[in-house]
């Protein structure tokens, strides 16, 4: 492990309202502070403050489109967005109170969180924050989708998307790759917004799912483009995807020095990858700092 900087929190509360996508129920959620070495816990408030799960790659279950976390009868949902605003801030430690299972959604994007999180403030610990370096290439794959971690000589954290909608022409084919610095994540990742077919929202509203959901909310793709909606980057669908790599790889608890790429993976490879990196890497060191 390679010791590059101090563990930090926030200096105060921060509050995020909105509304579950999925549910459409109104939430509130609260970052609140944490001891150096706590990591991020999410508490779900509406039962009581001993309702509290880590940010834990172990307690994540399969569900379409979105990360999730249970322990016990303890669910919080839809994590990906608050995990990638913490990390990608470099916020090692912090409670996030929420009164609804669901996270808000905003508009499909980290900068909500991200915003209410630098109003707070972000502070040192004064402990050392340990860094985890990939030393050997490790993929992961699904038939043509595929994600992988390899060495960096550079010794930084990157993450590259690579995007490849055939079936639909007005995305096609796009490339995102950034070098994850907090400058570089709130100009470059952060605002970048969750995005999908007319096709499949309005199978998901037959569903019962989304229905508070507006064009505006997120982007949203007919043949020509955003519906009501205008792209913030011309490759926004391929940086919202980085993003997302970025929340599910902060299930790791750590920071990671290496090069990470993707190709058409989702949220199940990734999860995968960071199981794999976790059992290969982080508690190999954990051990050796003991």
């Not at 996508?21 to 408030?45: C, K, L, M, N, Q």
């Not at 016990?72 to 609804?100: P, Q, R, Y």
């Not at 084919?173 to 400058?183: F, G, H, I, K, S």
Request: glycine content about 8%; proline content about 4%; some cysteine.
């Amino acid at each position: 492990m390679i010791s590059s900087r101090m563990q930090q929190t926030i200096a105060a509360r921060a509050v995020v309202a909105g509304f579950g996508y999925w549910s459409g129920r109104d939430v509130r959620i609260e970052f609140r502070p944490a001891a150096a070495g706590a990591g991020v816990t999410f508490v779900r408030s509406d039962l009581g403050a001993s309702a509290r799960i880590p940010a834990r790659v172990d307690l994540r279950v399969e569900v379409p489109r979105r990360t999730n976390l249970r322990q016990g009868k303890i669910e919080v949902e839809m994590v990906e967005h608050v995990l990638a605003a913490l990390s990608g801030l470099g916020i090692d430690n912090c409670e996030v109170w929420t009164n609804h299972p669901e996270m808000p959604g905003c508009d499909g994007s980290s900068a909500a969180f991200v915003d209410a999180l630098v109003r707070a403030g972000v502070v040192s610990q004064g402990i050392a924050a340990k860094r985890v370096a990939i030393t050997e290439t490790i993929r992961v794959t699904e038939g043509e989708s595929w994600i992988e971690a390899r060495p960096s000589a550079k010794n930084q954290f990157s993450i590259e998307y690579q995007l490849h909608y055939p079936a639909a022409p007005v995305i096609g084919r796009q490339v995102a790759r950034v070098v994850v610095t907090p400058e570089r994540f709130r100009s470059e990742l952060a605002p970048c917004r969750t995005f999908l077919l007319q096709t499949e929202a309005d199978q998901l509203r037959r569903q019962g799912l989304g229905v508070r959901v507006t064009n505006r909310d997120l982007l949203v793709f007919d043949e020509r483009g955003p519906i009501d909606n205008r792209l913030r980057f011309p490759n926004e669908c391929a940086r919202h995807k980085a993003l997302d790599v970025l929340g599910d790889l902060a299930l790791a608890g750590c920071r990671f020095i290496g090069e990470f790429t993707a190709y058409r993976s989702g949220h199940r490879l990734h999860a995968e990858l960071t199981r794999q990196l976790v059992d290969r890497f982080v508690t190999t060191a954990w051990r050796a700092s003991a």
